[in-house]
């Protein structure tokens, strides 16, 4: 799914390179855990019935955790038989790893993956890419309900900055555009600096390279406008406003199932589909929160937002 320089977001969101993750502290397993798996010749999701194990993968940041133990939880919650192979890093694995359905069930971003199959498509909406995804992916791939969560790039201020401004929407800033200094990871000047001229007229006093430090930034006033990823917890932290994009320039990034379609039955198609239906991106924020700034374990935060869904 920009994510996807922030790399807790590049990693499974669209990027080639291998992943050496950040900005939301990642972690890795420590090794491969593909090792010692099933084969690729024969794939581990069997042909989806009862008998068989869906194997649940993620890519090595917190988010994609906290995300492949919810999916992994509520498959169990319906009697499915799970294997979880956690933190396991690059796209090119996981994707590979898919493909040979050695792995069954992957947490997704639909924007980013469309990037890394179709890097000259144009679809911005969720419907759109779903739609160019449903097109895309080869023969044994699928994605299933995407869900309203989102973890993408945002322009943010702060709540007061918001209010004596009355400052809602990108579009909101043109009035203030040039009086205030935008933030944002190093690279972000270049790849949005003209998109932001030309979609929504906006010409800035200044640009900061602020890196992982944009909510900061704004917090002590250094910069006035931040490119802050929406699940980042000091959204809720630091009471920052995401501002609105009616114009789409930064596309749908969908927290979505991409599935070896061999290997999922209805009754896991359900439970993942069921998933999708409740998580929405303030409530990912607030379970990244405790992942990540209070340190609780991914599987202890999974299970009680899947309990207090009535999924778990």
Known sequence: ??????????????????????????????????????SASAPAGGAGGSGSTVVVGSANFPENVLLGSIYSQAL????????????????????????????????????????????????????????????????????????????????????????????????????????????????????????????YGLTFKEWKPTGDATANALKDGSIQVGNVFTTDPKIAQYKLVPLADPKNIFGAQNVTPLVYKAGVDATATAALNAVSAKLDTAGLMALMKRVSVDKEDPSAVAKDWLKSNGLG
């Open 1 to 38: 799914m920009s994510t996807i320089n922030r790399s807790r977001r590049v990693v499974v969101l669209g990027t080639l390179a291998a992943l050496a993750l950040g900005a939301t502290a990642c972690g890795s397993s420590g090794g491969n855990p593909l090792d010692g798996g099933a």
């Open 76 to 199: 169990k919650a319906k009697g499915v038989k799970v294997q979880e192979k956690f933190n396991i890093g690059s796209r090119e694995v996981l994707y590979g790893q898919l493909q040979s359905g050695n792995l069954t069930v992957l947490p997704e971003y639909n924007g980013s993956l469309l990037a890394y199959l179709d890097a000259k498509s144009t679809a911005v909406t969720t419907q759109d890419v779903d739609a160019a995804l449903a097109k895309t992916l080869p023969a044994p791939l699928g994605i299933l309900d995407s869900s309203p969560a989102e973890d993408k790039d945002s322009l943010s201020v702060t709540q007061e900055t918001s209010d004596k401004d009355n400052i809602k929407s990108i579009a909101d800033l043109a009035a203030k555009a040039g009086e205030f200094t935008i933030g944002g990871p190093p690279e972000f000047k270049s790849r949005r600096e003209q998109q932001l001229k030309d979609v």
